[in-house]
């Protein structure tokens, strides 16, 4: 069956760069009518700017007063929707969790949890109207196997799990298929200024750092942005019809974090 997105109509939450802006220009391509949302109004007019058909809205999803506006928007814009991706989400505090505060694990949870939860509740509506659809949750394999030092993160992203599975259930018979995609270590500029902050910290060069780190993935790789976008077109397509409930690790099985 054709993977294909031709015609779906798509909101992207965080599409104005990284993850969130990949997909959106992989939908975009696919002939998809696209809609996203950022925190950043700069990174929304870089991507209107490349892609005029994008459409976007400055919203930040940790916020439900936004969230209904972008949803305003969103919906009078493409008239509709059949696709949500929930991709927004912060890195949160790095620190032991008695060094967390209560202001840096709530906002966490807000933008990583909440903000998919804000997004769904007003998606589900329409596309129950339209007669099914997709929820697509951004996740992490951080949420898989715990990381140290970053407990508001890693525990949002296993709750998004548990979100993904409980919306499976619940709207299953809607014909509204709900899934977790849950990248690896994205190969991109973030991830490779992490790679030379912590290779300098450790006196070692960055290739010796990231080789040491990818031994614990056991295909001792790093993913592309646009795996993550082409996971998340298969599940929007037809070819998925029967895919809801899923934890999807697009990651090369990474087993171990640290």
């Known amino acids: 069956m054709e993977i294909s997105a031709k015609g779906l109509r798509v909101l992207i939450t965080a599409g104005g760069s990284g993850i969130g802006r990949a997909v959106a220009e992989t939908f975009d391509a696919e002939g998809a009518h696209v809609h996203v949302c950022d925190i950043d109004e700069g990174c929304l007019d ?4 490349a892609r005029p058909d994008i459409g976007g809205t400055p919203a930040d999803v940790g916020d439900p007063e936004q969230v209904a506006g972008l949803f305003e928007a969103a919906l009078g814009r493409l008239g509709g929707l059949d696709v ?12 032991a969790v008695e060094s967390v505060t ?3 694990w709530d906002r966490t949870l807000s933008v990583n949890l909440s903000g998919q939860f804000y997004c769904a509740r007003l998606a589900v509506p329409a596309l129950k109207q339209a007669g099914g659809g997709s929820i697509i949750n951004i996740s992490s394999t951080s949420g898989r196997t715990g990381l140290p030092l970053r407990v508001a993160y890693a525990v949002s992203k296993h709750a998004v799990m548990g979100l993904t599975e409980t919306l499976a259930r619940e709207l299953g018979p809607d014909g509204i298929r709900v899934n977790a995609i849950l990248p690896g270590w994205i190969n991109n500029d973030r991830n490779r200024r992490v790679v030379q902050m912590k290779a300098a910290e450790l006196g070692i060069t960055p290739e ?3 080789r040491e780190g990818l031994q614990f993935v056991s295909m001792r790789t790093m993913i592309e942005m646009s795996e993550v976008a082409q996971m998340a077109l298969f599940l929007s397509s037809a070819a ?3 895919v ?7 990651c090369g099985n990474v087993e171990y974090e640290r």
């Open 46 to 49: 870089t991507v209107r700017r």
């Open 84 to 95: 949500l991706v929930n991709n927004a989400g912060i890195a949160g505090p790095t620190a």
């Open 102 to 104: 209560p202001a840096e």
């Open 208 to 210: 010796a750092y990231l």
């Open 240 to 242: 998925a019809r029967h």
């Open 244 to 250: 809801s409930g899923q934890a999807i690790g697009v």
